[in-house]
């Protein structure tokens, strides 16, 4: 697969991101927009490989990915918690003992991952549950985050642009599926999306932002109230 460079975000903030992807490349998939949209840049290279970490948090069932993606036939490798240790790790420990675990098996020769940048913290209410990102994968050359310049708002608009229906992805830091709509993630995405004055109606992308005070929980998806 060819290099592949695109600039995305609005006008006032607008990033180039490129990629030069491998022979065999991976790719950690969580349910989420991020991964979601990164999958839908990469999905065309010949020998792409799914990973998806089965744990208590932080990341959705392989089921839950497929539907985020949008195709139930999706091939997806699970690596479950309970085969990488015993005792109780918080997520970001887990992800180091899995990538340790990809590399062992030597299937691909670099993973990617949707990690993205944490945005100003000024624009949110809720910060008992920041996110603490990595920013740099320079000290690790197996791992790639083309996505660590961007915010939540320009990975939206890759959305946009690549025609990534993101409607079923999960943004929630609570809740394993469905969106509690107060968390910092849940704040994350609403902001993101007004910054492009869109809204999620029922998982599809209308004009218009309706105040942060009028949206409902709808089964998995936010919905706004009229």
């Given amino acids: 697969m060819k290099m592949i460079q695109f600039k995305c975000g609005p006008e006032w903030d607008q990033r180039l991101i490129t990629i030069r992807p491998k022979k065999r490349i991976g790719l950690l998939v969580s349910g989420g927009i991020d991964s979601t949209v990164l999958y ?3 999905k065309k290279h010949p020998k792409l490989v799914l990973y998806n970490l089965a744990n208590n948090s932080g990341y959705a069932s392989e089921n839950h990915v497929r539907r985020a993606i949008g195709n ?3 091939k997806i490798n699970v690596i479950k918690e309970n085969d990488l240790t015993d005792e109780p790790l918080g997520l970001d ?3 180091e003992l899995a990538v340790d675990k990809i590399i062992s098996k030597k299937q691909v020769d670099e993973l990617y991952t949707a990690s993205n940048a944490v945005p100003p913290t000024r ?3 809720t910060l008992e549950d920041l996110p603490d990102r990595t920013w740099r994968f320079d000290t690790h050359p197996f791992m790639k985050g083309p996505f660590l310049p961007l915010y939540k708002f320009h ?3 890759l959305a946009i642009k690549f025609k990534v229906n993101f409607g079923d992805t999960h943004s929630c830091s609570r809740n394993k599926w469905g969106m509690c709509g107060h968390c910092f993630a849940c704040e994350e995405r609403y902001w ?3 910054q492009f004055d869109i809204s ?3 998982g599809k992308i209308v004009r218009g932002v309706y105040p ?3 949206y409902i929980i709808s089964r998995s998806r936010i919905k706004y109230a009229n």
């Fill in 200 to 202: 999620e109606i029922d």
């Fill in 155 to 157: 990975i939206i608009e």
């Fill in 123 to 125: 624009e949110f209410k």
């Fill in 192 to 194: 993101a999306m007004k």
């Fill in 72 to 74: 139930p036939n999706l």
């Fill in 40 to 42: 839908h840049i990469l």
């Fill in 93 to 95: 420990a887990l992800l």
């Fill in 212 to 214: 942060e005070s009028k």
